[in-house]
């Protein structure tokens, strides 16, 4: 019973325990949101554990018929692609419900809407027909627009507004591409992922012409820029860092270790199984891009003079290194953009959690108020330390094996692009990859020098007199950081259990994509 129906219980396990606190006595609200988190980490070993390493297909299905006119089901099913956003955004959920520990503020309505938020993540993650994975989407979309609003910063119904206001207009631009998908799809119409990219070669002809582009590059442009606003992507990336700043701690964590995710999650899933070719056609100008938020986000955040704005630009930066990786079509690359989600989820969410700290006992964020931390805050410091070393990639570290596939998928990207014909403009284009790469490893630097200048600001040199009775961190606190720092040590020495976790599936992907060009 438990293993058929586990993904439903890791989906819904969150959102019973947000009814039964709000029926339940305030006192109650933080013990059982402990719980409604704390299980779907627990199923979370089980499936890391029960996975099939050695299956590229999907696992732990679920498969009902749900709207039978329109041929939609409720499909639940997990792979390597999607199985480490699911133990992630388990553990952060759970780590942010500690770190939610203080909302005093409407505190049953916190709670309720931070593990609505949770079911509609973890659906996103498990969804396997489109018009579900759609209702999951946008299910996360009003808790958070709430959690900013309510309980967020000074500008936090600005914020708020602009961050619905992007993902509404995505996901718009997503729904008619799923619409396209499902009346092009041939008879009988389906939104079944799987299915749709067996029938991949359906969407591949140029039968059907849109404003000039072929149906199935319209249509990959369409689920392609809903997902880009989601990464973000420059130029679509602006509502970031104000909803960052503005955000409580907890959601600034999910909104960067997972949301984030979602929109590169969503392209891995949907756009280029089902829409190979329209893929590999937009791929020289998507490491185009992915440069951009590399070069674009480090320089952002090397200027900013607030902690919390300085790790929302890095994360614009280092979500280009995503994109690079599904630009350069390797397998290498694939691995290299999965594992990237991963780590950068676990770096990014404790340095939120660590911004979170401070502030809370200092009530600024600003770099130059700080000086000389280390003195009177040595954990604090220790852990701030290893956080800031894995989201500058340093060998050992976990964020150094995702950048460094990356890196290697992207430089030999014109191997795969050259097979595919010469005289060609992807063959042309193919040398994109090799100056990516090197303008991707020269992002790296930048990201050393910021995060190096901010070490140095806040942690080193003589003790700011203003600080020094502020207290170290306490046991809750550590809690928070603890899971997170030691796997990304243990994952950056020892990353075989992701990898193997994630090949299969990629190797079935990149052999798709083979056959649909």
């Known amino acids: 019973m438990l293993h058929s129906n586990l993904l439903s219980w890791m989906i819904f396990l969150p959102l019973l325990g947000g009814v039964v606190l709000l029926l339940l006595p305030e006192k109650w609200t933080r013990p059982i949101a402990v719980i409604s988190t704390g299980l779907p980490v627990a199923l979370a070993g089980y499936l890391f554990s029960a996975f099939d390493r050695t299956e590229a297909g999907m696992q732990f299905v679920e498969h009902y018929l749900w709207i039978e006119r329109f041929n939609i089901f409720y499909y639940l099913g997990t792979d390597g692609i999607s199985v480490t956003m699911l133990l992630l955004t388990a553990l952060l959920s759970f780590l942010c419900i500690f770190a939610s520990w203080n909302i005093s503020k409407g505190r049953k309505a916190y709670f309720f809407l931070f593990l609505l938020l949770e079911t509609g993540m973890m659906g996103v993650f498990c969804a396997l027909d489109l018009v579900l994975f759609y209702v999951f989407w946008e299910v996360m979309l009003l808790p958070m627009y709430f959690l900013i609003g309510i309980w967020g910063g000074p500008r936090k119904e600005y914020a708020a507004i602009k961050f619905f206001l992007y993902t509404l207009l995505g996901s718009v631009f997503m729904l008619l591409g799923f619409l396209a ?179 809370d006992r200092a009530h600024t964020r600003g770099v130059e108020d700080f000086g000389g931390l280390a003195h009177n805050m040595k954990i604090f410091t220790l852990i701030s330390t290893v956080a800031f070393f894995a989201s500058m990639g340093l060998p050992g570290m976990a964020n150094f094996v995702s950048e460094v596939l990356v890196l290697l998928g992207a430089f030999n990207a014109d191997t795969v692009f050259a097979g595919l014909g010469k005289g060609t403009l992807i063959f042309q284009s193919a040398i994109i990859f090799k100056v990516a790469t090197i303008i991707a490893a020269t992002g790296i630097v930048l990201t050393a020098a910021y995060l190096l200048w901010t070490i140095q600001r806040v942690y080193l040199g003589p003790l700011n007199e203003k600080w020094k009775d502020l207290p170290d961190m306490n046991l809750r606190e550590i809690f928070t950081l603890a899971p997170l720092a030691i796997l990304i040590l243990f994952f950056g020495i020892y990353p075989v259990p992701i990898l193997e976790m994630i090949e299969g599936s990629l190797q079935a992907l990149s052999r798709t994509m083979l056959a649909g060009w």
């Open 181 to 359: 998908l499902y009346f092009y799809s041939g008879a009988p119409n389906t939104f079944d992922m799987v299915e749709l990219a067996n029938r991949s070669s359906v969407f591949g002809g140029n039968s059907l012409f849109i404003l000039g582009l072929p149906f199935a590059k319209v249509v990959f442009l369409a689920l392609f820029f809903g997902f880009a606003v989601k990464v973000p992507m420059f130029p679509f990336h602006t509502w970031l860092p104000d909803a960052h700043v503005e955000a409580p701690t907890a959601v600034s964590v999910i909104l960067a270790g997972v949301l984030l995710k979602m929109g590169v999650y969503g392209i891995l899933r949907i756009c280029y199984p089902i829409l190979p070719k329209a893929a590999l056609w937009f791929a020289p100008l998507l490491a185009i891009f992915a440069i951009i938020n590399i070069v674009y986000g480090a320089f952002c955040a090397m200027h900013q003079k607030d902690i919390k704005k300085l790790v929302a630009y890095s994360s614009v930066s280092h979500m280009g290194y995503c994109l690079l990786g599904l630009a350069a079509f390797t397998f290498i690359g694939f691995n290299g953009a999965l594992f990237q989600m991963f780590t950068h989820g676990m770096a990014t969410g404790m340095l939120f959690l660590l911004v979170g700290v401070i502030y």
